[in-house]
């Protein structure tokens, strides 16, 4: 099983400010197969980013991804208010379909 | 626009058997998919748990393999998943997702996601 560990646990930052979260892998993972979800409280996670770097439907520019082999790299630029969530890297090329424990963004 | 709403009792006994459904609305369930489920215990991350096409192929986490069983229901346009001898480490926020099959890009990740539904294992 692949082990995606998150880095940091948690994240303070203001509005307007730049968010860098780190998502790692236990073996080498083709970036064609890396997603990011973004999960509010008592909502289902919402698909951010597929393909490491292919914004889903609806999802705004500022949202990016990047990275390859074992390191992946989510950055939301100009932070909204409402980008303040939990936020979970996943990998999808091995089965079991494995998350990340979550990096929690919050307003400082 | 695909739906998917999960539906079962929301308290199982230990030991016992929990049963969901998720009915799928906006597109067929036989269409090139997986029917996936994955959970959540309160406060804490995702855990897939297994996924079944409209052919009744599946792919269970080895974790629960033992104990999860998957169907469909081609007539209901709906999907279902059973675990058996729960404990009180079952309880959790249930959501069940559609998976498209075709991986073009990258895009076979879970994409729809029901809201979820609470199901607590307790006496």
């Known amino acids: 099983e692949i082990v995606l560990t998150q880095s940091p646990g948690t994240l303070s930052l203001s509005p307007g400010e730049r968010a860098t979260l780190s998502c790692r892998a236990s073996?080498?993972?083709?970036?064609?197969?890396l997603a990011w979800y973004q999960q509010k409280p008592g909502q289902a996670p919402r698909l951010l980013m597929y393909g490491a770097s292919i914004r889903a439907t609806g999802i705004p520019d500022r949202f990016s991804g990047s990275g390859s082999g074992t390191d992946f790299t989510l950055t939301v630029n100009r932070l909204e208010p409402e980008d303040f969530a939990v936020y979970y890297c996943q990998q999808y090329v091995i089965s079991p379909i494995t998350f990340g424990q979550g990096t929690r963004l919050e307003i400082k | 626009q695909v739906h998917l709403q999960e539906s079962g009792p929301g308290l199982v006994k230990p030991s016992g058997t929990l049963s969901l459904t998720c009915a799928v609305s906006?597109?067929?369930?036989?269409?090139?998919?997986?029917w996936s489920w994955v959970r959540q215990p309160p406060g804490k991350g995702l855990e897939w748990i297994g996924e079944i096409n409209h052919s009744w192929t599946t792919n269970y986490n080895p974790s629960l393999k033992s104990r999860v069983t998957m169907s469909v229901d081609k007539s209901n346009n709906q999907f279902s998943l059973k675990l058996n001898s729960v404990t009180a480490a079952d309880t959790a926020v249930y959501y069940c997702?559609?998976?498209?099959?075709?991986?073009?890009?990258?895009?076979?990740?879970?994409?729809?996601w029901g809201q979820g539904t609470l199901v607590t294992v307790s006496s």
């Open positions: 906006g597109g067929s369930i036989s269409n090139s998919n997986w």
């Open positions: 997702a559609r998976r498209p099959i075709s991986c073009s890009g990258g895009t076979c990740t879970p994409d729809y």
């Open positions: 073996q080498s993972v083709s970036s064609t197969y």
